[in-house]
């Protein structure tokens, strides 16, 4: 049964392939106006930007940096810890004294700083923009041939009133 039913099938099938024919002409059309196909596409780019603030800063700032004086500090400390230690904990009492002597100096430095100013304070940051790109993807004609008006897109553009080379398919059958 499913054999005969694919014998018919097959026999309709080349039945109207065999009465059928397809015709292909050149014919000229006119362009009547030409419509610009755009796509959009966005996107995240990144930017340095720069974003400042005002902040309260110490009117010296080197009062917490390392210098000479803190130097000369750990220095006096190491040597007062040295006197004060004996036999094996005369190192860890001179590192001590170092450490000691150090902040002593840094303390005093911070204590004379007391004066704070509002001051702009920059800073460059990585911000995230979203961008939108136009991009031409293509045309459409509108084009006028054998008395009617068509549309058909292109990858080409063309101006208004120039002709244009089609192809026209023409295919005959029978019902």
């Not at 130097?71 to 001179?94: E, H, P, R, V, Y």
């Not at 004066?115 to 702009?120: A, D, I, L, S």
């Not at 031409?136 to 063309?158: A, F, K």
């Amino acid at each position: 049964m499913r054999k005969f039913f694919l014998l018919i099938g097959l026999s309709i099938f080349l039945a109207t392939n065999a009465y059928s024919k397809t015709n292909f002409y050149q014919v000229t059309g006119s362009i009547s106006s030409v419509e610009v196909l755009k796509t959009y596409t966005t996107q995240k780019v990144p930017r340095n930007e720069q974003r400042c603030s005002i902040q309260r800063v110490p009117v010296n700032q080197d009062a917490n940096k390392f210098g000479a004086d803190n130097f000369i500090g750990a220095l006096i400390g190491g040597a007062i810890g040295n006197q004060i230690g004996d036999g094996g904990g005369k190192s860890g009492a001179t590192a001590l004294g170092a450490l000691i002597g150090s902040e002593v100096v840094r303390n005093e430095k911070e204590n004379r700083n007391q004066n704070y100013v509002k001051r702009e304070v920059c800073r460059n940051q990585k911000v995230m923009h979203t961008e939108t790109i136009e991009q031409v993807s293509g045309y459409r004609l509108i084009i006028d041939v054998d008395g009617e008006t068509i549309s058909l897109n292109s990858n080409r553009s063309y101006n208004p009133g120039e002709f244009i080379t089609l192809t026209k398919k023409v295919s005959y059958s029978l019902n």
